[in-house]
């Protein structure tokens, strides 16, 4: 019954039409070699890798307070780069204030 449940659930999920304006994914890898806390709101985690993050405005991608899993992804962040682990992130663009920041969507942590 779990399985007739969780396809009903997944067609649901593809019936739903996607925006006019896809969303695009960027993957950068790399080490952490520097973290960074804000204030609520203010890009509240930042992770900056040694190799560098072209793409995203100022050279970080972060991780917003208000974002559901944010304990889980800090800590864990946080364990890769005092293990120095190849960290590989997802990330979206957010606009502000004419710059295009990277949001960390998902990630994975890596033996190098």
């Known amino acids: 019954m779990k ?11 593809l019936s739903i039409q996607a ?15 520097r973290v960074f806390a804000s204030l ?3 890009f509240g985690f930042r992770v ?3 190799e ?3 793409d995203c405005a100022d050279g970080f991608a972060f991780v917003e307070t208000d ?3 944010y304990q889980a992804y800090v800590s864990t962040l946080l364990s890769a780069h005092a293990q120095r682990k190849r ?5 979206d663009k957010v606009d502000h204030l004419g ?6 969507v998902e990630f994975s942590i890596n033996d190098d």
């Open 67 to 69: 974002f559901g899993n």
């Open 48 to 50: 900056f890798f040694s």
């Open 19 to 33: 925006p006019a304006e896809a969303q695009t994914y960027t993957t950068h890898s790399g080490h952490i070699n």
């Open 99 to 104: 710059k295009q920041y990277c949001r960390i």
């Open 40 to 42: 609520p709101m203010n």
């Open 87 to 91: 960290v590989e992130l997802v990330t």
């Open 3 to 13: 399985i007739v449940r969780f396809a009903f659930a997944a067609l649901a999920l």
């Open 52 to 54: 560098g993050m072209g």
